[in-house]
């Protein structure tokens, strides 16, 4: 899986890729963003230093999916993923998982535990993330449920951010 970290001018790409899941906003009750929407939401996340916005593209360099993890939040030493999308055309072929295993082996020094949200009632969201070890955490229902999981932890330093240190980087 290749990754290119979320510029502002990339937003169209980020719509488009929201068009392709609308299963995704149906399941959370809305209708999907428009373009000057999405365009609003990439500006705000940008402005704040522990947000990593990523586009995923395949080996053949067609845009699959996206990544929005925040680190230190909730809490120091939490990475959490606020959305990992995937089109609806190319789930379940192992892209998400993909991705995660990818986050897992580059994540930011210090990291002790990664969080996961899922909004709304999502049972195959749940379970996406019990198949990858992640354990239910909190229920914040209606709204989301969070799940967890422990990591080693890697000692903090120079160059310890490693979410921007990924060799299978491209830009677009």
């Known amino acids: 899986m ?7 001018h990339h937003a169209p790409l ?7 899941a609308p299963g995704y906003f149906a399941l959370l009750g809305t209708r999907v963003p428009t373009l000057s929407e999405v365009q609003r939401d990439v500006e705000i996340a940008l402005l704040d230093p522990r947000r990593h916005l990523e586009l995923l ?3 053949a360099g067609e845009l699959v999916g996206s990544l929005d ?8 030493g939490d990475l959490t993923i606020n959305l990992l999308l995937i089109r609806e055309d190319r789930q379940s072929q192992g892209l998400g998982e993909r991705t995660v295993r990818d986050l897992e ?3 930011p020094r210090g990291t002790t535990r990664i969080l996961a949200s899922v909004l709304g009632e999502n049972p195959r ?13 909190l229920d914040a229902r209606p709204s989301l449920t969070w799940y967890a999981k422990p990591v ?4 903090t330093g120079p160059g310890g951010d490693g979410l921007h240190a990924v060799s299978s980087r491209r830009t677009v």
């Open 14 to 20: 980020l719509h488009t890729l929201y068009a392709a």
């Open 152 to 155: 080693a932890v890697l000692p």
């Open 125 to 137: 969201g749940a379970r996406f993330w019990e198949c990858l070890g992640y354990t239910f955490a």
């Open 105 to 107: 082996r580059r994540l």
């Open 69 to 76: 993890c925040k680190q230190d939040y909730p809490n120091p």
């Open 2 to 8: 290749n990754v290119t970290p979320l510029a502002l």
């Open 57 to 59: 593209h395949d080996a």
